[in-house]
């Protein structure tokens, strides 16, 4: 069993930076790959990052591509999403979640935090 809790956000002006965290507890979590995905009001929820278990290999939204970067301290059980340049449009509730499964598809996640709002104002 794996449970994650995201930290980290809250509200910034546009062109500032944020570093959401996401801390997971379980013994099994380093084997876990983990993702971010972000949701507003009336929208589907959406895919942001992820990253392997190992650390090797990373994914981006192409909206998000050269301004967020995902990492992860395996020593501390926690994934990290440090997002610079932000945008009105980052603004959403974000989530981290962990799989067993590849990267390469933005589905599949089976635990999922409680989420930390990110606000950016022009």
């Known amino acids: 069993q794996v449970q994650v809790v995201e930290s980290g956000g809250g509200l910034v002006q546009a062109g500032g930076s944020l570093r959401l965290a996401c801390a997971a507890s379980g013994r099994t979590f380093s084997t876990y790959a983990v993702g971010w995905f972000r949701q507003t009001p009336g929208k589907e929820r959406e895919f942001v990052a992820a990253i392997t278990w190992s650390g090797s290999r990373t994914r981006y939204v192409d909206s998000v591509q050269g301004r967020f970067t995902i990492t992860r301290d395996r020593a501390k059980n926690t994934v990290y999403l440090q997002m610079n340049s932000l945008k009105p449009e980052d603004t959403a509730v974000y989530y981290c979640?962990?799989?067993?499964?590849?990267?390469?598809?933005?589905?599949?996640?089976?635990?999922w935090g409680q989420g930390t709002q990110v606000t950016v104002s022009s």
């Open positions: 979640a962990a799989k067993r499964t590849a990267i390469d598809v933005p589905n599949g996640y089976d635990y």
